[in-house]
């Protein structure tokens, strides 16, 4: 299962925007609903009306759906919502509950922070486990983060708790262009669901929206001296602590990446 939540850990809607992506390029259907009334406050996160296709205006609840879809050999659950703002082990309970009837025995959180990264340099997606079995399958290691958790450190700790393997998949959104979308970020946390499944996405408009943005950031950059100022301070800090990490492997994995989209499209 790859679950995703708007709010506090979807920096940019990065996370959200990933997974909504997923479930169109997958066409996933969707199987359940959690019923918003026990876990939302409505003068957070407001029911909305749209129009559906013939016009026909409808109420639309903030919840929490999981979708269900093939890909290759593997049963995938989407689940996607917004974090709670009530109850959150009784969320957490009822959204494994489902997972569990859909025969889920991984579950992969994906999220997004705001950090000091430069928007002109690879987004940084970092993956960990608390599992060491799955460290060992996957070459992880576990998070050395401690501090506040949002929904998503929540739902893994009642996974591992339940018995089950757990991946958290993270991506780094410049915190000076925090306003959604972030599509640069999103196309790089999809990166990170090509490496756990081992198979390429269709990434479809993704790439030239991440250019755009990046063009659009630019131009903010040279108009703002300020702000130019300091994404070339983050740019020599990036560049300094990457050097290292500039391997024959890394160069390598990257081009076989690149290859595989070319082939597909």
């Known amino acids: 299962m790859l679950a995703a939540f708007e709010g506090w850990n979807d920096a940019g809607s990065a996370a959200s925007d990933a997974l909504e992506h997923l479930h169109e390029v997958w066409s996933a259907r969707r199987v359940a609903a959690l019923d918003p009334e026990e876990y939302h406050d409505f003068q957070v996160n407001r029911p909305t009306i749209e129009a559906d296709e013939d016009g026909h205006r409808e109420l639309v609840w903030p919840t929490t759906t999981l979708s269900v879809t093939k890909v290759g050999r593997r049963r995938v659950v989407l689940a996607q919502g917004y974090e709670p703002s009530l109850r959150w082990r009784r969320f957490c309970a009822d959204l494994l509950d489902r997972a569990v009837e859909q ?26 486990s608390e599992d060491a079995k799955v460290r060992a399958l996957l070459d992880l290691e576990p998070s050395t983060y401690e501090g ?9 700790a009642e996974a591992r708790r339940r018995g089950l393997a757990t991946v958290a998949l993270w ?12 599509p640069k970020a999103t196309l790089a946390l999809l990166g990170g669901v090509e490496k756990l499944l081992g198979q390429s996405l269709e990434v479809g408009d993704l790439a030239e929206d991440a250019q755009a943005w990046q063009q659009g950031v630019d131009e903010l950059a040279s108009d703002d001296a300020e702000i130019g100022e300091y994404v070339r301070h983050l740019e020599e800090a990036k560049d300094t602590a990457d050097l290292p990490e500039a391997t024959g492997e890394a160069i390598a994995q990257e081009f076989e990446r690149y290859l595989r989209r070319r082939d597909q499209g």
Do not use: F, K
């Open 103 to 128: 025969r889920v025995h991984t579950v992969v959180t994906v999220g997004a922070l705001l950090a000091d990264v430069p928007h002109t340099r690879p987004i940084p997606v970092t993956m960990s």
């Open 171 to 182: 991506a780094a959104v410049p915190h000076y262009v925090a306003h959604p979308p972030s």
């Open 148 to 156: 506040p958790v949002g929904i998503v450190g929540v739902l893994a």
